[in-house]
């Protein structure tokens, strides 16, 4: 692209990055797309297991939608990200093992993560850094007030 800085991309990204649930997202639409893959390989390779019909299709598909869904759409994560687990559990079933396990733990990690991404929180504090901070704070006061007068 002519014109547009570098940085202005890789920052605008990170932006785009930072308010959704990226990587689950990312890793529940990859296992869905795996496991879509391996419907194709070669029948020496695919092992025949559960209904080889429309639902071995079917599940992966639903997989990517969502994986996309919730990079798109951040405020129905939690919907996705169940969808998500459930479609990939049930590939178990339908497709070869769930894309002979790849696909199905890289959609159910990837549905964990969605699920249990939380925006606009705060960083969390350790114990000392919250006992530094209280020191502190008992110091400005104490340097704020002043020293209590002597009783005759």
Known sequence: ????P????RSAFREWRAV???WGGLLLALGGAE???TEKVSLKVVMHIGMQGLAGYLLPAVMVLCGLLTLFSPGQRL???ILGVLASLGTWVTSNLGGFFVGLLLGLVGSCLAFGWL???EPRRGRRQR???RKKEREARAAADPAPAARP
Do not use: K, N, T, W
């Open 79 to 81: 919907f996705y990200s």
């Open 119 to 121: 925006p606009d929180q």
């Open 6 to 9: 570098q940085q202005g991309i």
């Open 131 to 133: 006992r530094a901070d």
């Open 20 to 22: 959704r649930p990226f």
């Open 35 to 37: 496991i879509l893959l």
């Open 1 to 4: 692209m002519r014109g547009v």
